[in-house]
C-alpha cells in the first residue's frame, strides 16, 4: 500500500508519496518520485522543491544573488519540515497559458 503525506493549503490538500528509509526506519517524503512525477494541488498549483531553478515568473523576495530558486520566490510556500511546498503563482497554474512578462520577454528576446 502506497503511503501518503497530506498537506492541508488554502482549502486543498496536496498529498505527497512517501517511501521507507532503511537507515532512519521511517516514511520519508519521495523527493525523488516526485520530481520524476511532478504533482500539483486539486486546483493545478506545482508542487516544487525549495532548490528548484527560480523560473521566468519569479518574483524575488530580495536582490541577493544567491536567491536563485523557488525557495527565494514570493509565490512560493514550503510546507513545515518539508522541502516541498506549491507555487501559489497563477502562471504557473496547470492548464493556464503563461503570459508574456517584461521578464519572460526580456529572457526570450535575448535567447
Ligand atoms: S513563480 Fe513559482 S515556479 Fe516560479 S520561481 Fe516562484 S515559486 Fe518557483
Redesign the pocket.
Known sequence: MEQIKRYAFEGEVIEVPLLWDEDTQTYVEDYKSVIENPIYSPSGR?V?LTI?????????ADDDPASI??G?????HQFPGSLL?V???E??RSGVKPKRTKARAKKEDTT
Open positions: 506545482p516544487l528548484e531553478d527560480a523560473c521566468p515568473y519569479t518574483d524575488l530558486d523557488c527565494s520566490c514570493r509565490h512560493y511546498g507555487c501559489r503563482n502562471q504557473r
